[in-house]
């Protein structure tokens, strides 16, 4: 057995063990940032009180990348370079996350995103990036799911699209939808832009209007959707929206003002769900913040989690150790499903979807990949 003396001098000198945050903390996607950080704060709690890792204290650290991509890669340097983070999260955004990726690969430090869904995340063509990971599905899944829900569950046939140029994800969703919609027979009768930011969205949905379509496709965040919603409905457009998660936030509701009654996007998870996990999750979270968590803050404890688990498995506790163990992640038992890493570093997980009904969210469905 080791005596005292040489564990004291193998062991590195500092008792805690700091983790990265690199989130959206302000900005028009602060509620992204916020739930993320706040469901990991109480992960690191949780493991903190069964002994941290390996005896070490956790401490996290979060820097605010104001929902920018330039400042995102500057906080995943500053994470591995000033704090010496051995292991960092986010971000929730795909374009933000595509921008921290190199940092992750350039200094041998895992990166685990919670909820960015965009393939090029950890997977651009033939580039692969060892150890960029992420703990939820992908896009050309959740493009399918919601395709095949407006064409299988909703018999729609014709539907228009209205994407934000700007976000990798909001483009790459539009496109996933496009594919699988039209190989079930559907049509896209148009496909229009705009910008993330944009206050005016009359020129486009006044464009789609009279093209016929039984539902718009809005893959964006929620600030901007919120306002195409209630400018929609202002021109007297009926129709309901599909979108995706990153329309999850409470705020979608408070600005969209009931707009979007009617509406359906896919998700990561629903507070409905009846599971254990799920149950305990949201009163743990409700008995710390007082509200009930969104897919981030379910996410950002599963991604923190998973990087606690593989830390404690590691053989040592540097940036290589850490990415083997993460890599195998396998069954991890999330509050968002289980959790299998697979050879691509996405976890395949069943995806909801939500319905809006008197401004509020309503499970309507699971649908497994
Ligand atoms: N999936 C979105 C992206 O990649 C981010 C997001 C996840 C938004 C979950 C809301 C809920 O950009």
Same mark, same amino acid.
């Given at each position: ?36 950080? $706040?469901?990991?704060?109480? !992960?690191?709690?949780?493991? $903190? ?45 795909? &374009?933000?996350?595509? !921008? ?22 950890? %997977? ?16 050309? @899944? ?8 407006a ?5 729609w046939k014709k539907v228009a699209i209205l994407r ?10 539009a496109?996933?939808?496009t594919?699988?919609f039209?190989?079930?027979?559907g049509d896209i009768v148009d496909d229009v832009s705009y ?5 005016d969205f009359k020129a486009q949905l006044t464009k789609l209007k009279s093209k016929g379509a039984e539902a718009f496709y809005v ?9 195409i919603a209630r400018q929609a409905k202002e021109l007297g457009i009926k129709v309901p929206l599909m ?11 408070? /600005?969209?003002?009931?707009a979007?009654?009617g509406s359906? @996007?896919?998700?990561? *998870?629903?507070?409905?769900?009846? &599971? ?5 999750? /949201?009163?743990?979270?409700? !008995?710390? *913040? ?10 950002? *404890? ?5 990087? @606690? ?33 697979? %050879?691509?570093? $996405? !976890?395949? %997980? ?8 008197? $401004?509020?969210?309503? *499970? ?6």
């Open positions: 057995p080791q005596t005292a003396e040489t564990k004291t001098s193998a062991a590195p000198a500092s008792d805690t063990i700091v983790i990265g945050h690199v989130g959206s903390m302000t900005g028009n996607e602060a509620t992204f940032g916020q739930s993320s950080d $706040n469901g990991m704060k109480l !992960a690191v709690e949780e493991q $903190n009180k069964k002994n941290g890792i390996k005896g070490k204290k956790i401490v996290l650290k979060t820097y605010d990348d104001q929902g920018k991509p330039e400042e995102a890669a500057v906080a995943a340097t500053r994470l591995v370079t000033q704090d010496k983070v051995l292991t960092f999260l986010g971000e929730v955004s795909s &374009s933000r996350s595509i !921008a921290m990726g190199p940092v992750a690969d350039s200094n041998k430090i895992p990166m685990i995103s919670n909820s960015s869904t965009n393939p090029k995340v950890t %997977k651009d063509g033939d580039k692969t990036r060892p150890f960029v990971f992420r703990v939820c599905f992908i896009d050309p @899944f959740q493009g399918t799911v919601m395709a095949k829900f064409a299988e569950n909703k018999k934000d140029v700007g976000n990798d994800y909001s483009v790459g969703l496109n996933f939808f594919e699988t039209k190989k079930l027979g910008k993330a930011g944009d206050q893959p964006g965040y929620y600030t901007d959707v919120a306002l979108g995706g998660d990153g329309w999850d936030s409470e705020k979608l509701y408070e /600005i969209s003002k009931g979007l009654d359906f @996007f896919s998700n990561h *998870y629903s507070p409905e769900d009846t &599971s254990p996990q799920v149950k305990d999750f /949201i009163a743990k979270y409700k !008995a710390t *913040y007082n509200s009930v968590p969104d897919a981030h803050a379910v996410l950002g *404890y599963d991604a923190a989690n998973v990087a @606690f688990h593989a830390m404690e498995t590691a053989k040592e506790l540097t940036g290589p150790a850490i990415r083997e163990e993460v890599e195998k992640t396998k069954d991890f038992p999330g509050v968002s499903g289980k959790i299998t890493l697979n %050879k691509d570093h $996405n !976890a395949d %997980k069943p995806a909801v979807v939500i319905g809006i009904e008197k $401004n509020a969210p309503k *499970y309507a469905a699971t649908i497994s990949p």
